[in-house]
């Protein structure tokens, strides 16, 4: 199963969240620490980013049940 980003967020406690929130409407979700560098120019500027992580088949309908990040 191929698995995308579906946002990314600061921390695991607002990962485990959104997670919650998916998971409540049947999708599958988990969520891994990055090493990416991100800055301003990104759609998420975060330190330390948690990737929120979907089925690739899941992924429109997991970004419309989530808040804009």
Do not use: H
Not at 18 to 43: E, H, M, N, P, Q
Not at 51 to 61: G, I, N, R, T, Y
Request: hydrophobic share 45%.
């Amino acid at each position: 199963m191929q698995l995308a980003v579906a946002t990314m967020v600061d921390d695991g406690a607002e990962a485990e969240v959104l997670c919650g929130v998916l998971r409540a409407k049947r999708i599958d979700c988990s969520y891994r620490r990055t090493d990416i560098a991100t800055g301003s120019w990104t759609r998420w500027a975060c330190t330390g980013c948690i990737e929120v992580l979907v089925p690739e088949q899941d992924l429109e309908a997991a970004r419309e049940l989530l808040p804009e990040v």
